[in-house]
């Protein structure tokens, strides 16, 4: 399907590094750029509105001066996630700041995209939307999304359940516009998958978290290197809805995954060292499995291009007739 014209010619592959909380800030962004991959991160990991204000300004002075230095290498575009749910108390004050800096690519997620749309519209950038669902998937389409991104099961934070061949095969019927896909995306043979099930772009997180520019800490980093499958807990008992967590990160405060209780708890009912959601209990998604080493984003990116490549050129299998 055709892409938006922001990204038509301006990607080395065809990824977006997703946002992660408390994980992609600007030097994560600006190396994914810099590498030809869209750079994102969430609103709010910039505290205040006023930090985003400079965050802003610091990545848009750095993609220029990259530009500048090596006019045929642009960087890819950057992006930034909004929570747009009512409870959020930073929604407003920060799409403003979104739309004083006209920034080029904006995705939406928990709640109704709308007002970001009309906002963002404006000034003529671009607005896709995270869903979960077929049924989220049409009333983003409703609300004027440019694009969709099915975050399937297996990926880190909070995914839905449906598997992606199911997922994106299920958009596809009612959506031909640009539609991305996330879940357990690491290499470049991944998001050549992604393309032949339907997806535009593929969705990388927990891969780019494992990276020397993440701000995610060194131990962080070391768990998922160290990870596999087994060693996730799928649960909604710590943020209320169902997210991959690292089993390591739970148990290292005392907590027993085994009796955790049957709906979203005080944290410190469960230990008394207080363990905070995100910031001491991290996620990871399924793609641990084959994530064994830190390289930097340079080194990652021409590392999924060569499989990329080597995926694509991949003849027709030999047990076809004819």
């Not at 896709?128 to 694009?147: E, N, P, Y």
């Not at 990870?227 to 690292?246: E, I, M, Q």
Request: hydrophobic share 45%; net charge negative; charged share 20%.
């Amino acid at each position: 399907m055709p892409l938006p014209a922001l990204f038509q010619g301006a990607l080395s592959i065809p990824v977006i590094g997703s946002p992660m909380f408390l994980v992609s800030f600007p030097p994560l962004v600006t190396a994914l750029c810099k590498a030809g991959v869209v750079g994102t991160f969430p609103h709010v990991n910039a505290r205040p509105t006023a930090q985003l204000d400079e965050w802003l300004t610091a990545i848009e002075r750095d993609l220029a001066e990259a530009s500048a230095a090596a006019p045929l290498a642009t960087p890819a575009p950057y992006g930034i996630n909004l929570v747009v749910h009512h409870s959020n108390p930073r929604f407003e004050p920060d799409l403003e700041v979104v739309v004083a800096h006209r920034v080029p690519f904006v995705i939406t997620c928990l709640g109704n995209p709308a007002p970001v749309v009309q906002a963002v519209h404006g000034y003529g950038g671009t607005v896709f939307c995270d869903v979960t669902s077929a049924g989220h998937a049409r009333k983003s389409v409703r609300a004027g999304v440019d694009g969709l991104i099915c975050v399937g099961a297996g990926a880190g934070g909070h995914a839905s359940s449906q598997s992606a061949f199911s997922l994106v095969r299920e958009i596809r019927e009612f959506w031909d516009g640009c539609l991305v896909l996330g879940g357990a995306i690491n290499d470049g043979w991944q998001v050549r998958a992604a393309e032949t099930l339907g997806a535009d772009l593929a969705y990388v997180g927990t891969r780019f978290l494992a990276t020397r520019e993440s701000q995610a800490v060194d131990d962080y980093k070391r768990m998922v290197v160290e990870a596999g499958v087994a060693d996730l807990v799928n649960t909604d008992r710590f943020s209320g809805v169902p997210a991959n967590f690292l089993r390591a990160s739970i148990e290292r405060f005392g907590i027993d995954v085994a009796s955790l209780p049957p709906k979203k708890p005080d944290m410190a009912s469960l230990t008394d060292s207080n363990a905070r959601v995100w910031k001491d209990l991290w996620s990871a998604g399924q793609g641990v499995a084959t994530i064994h080493d830190i390289p930097s984003v340079a080194e990652l990116v021409e590392r999924i291009a060569r499989e990329y490549r080597a995926a694509c050129a991949l003849p027709p299998s030999a047990a076809l007739r004819g």
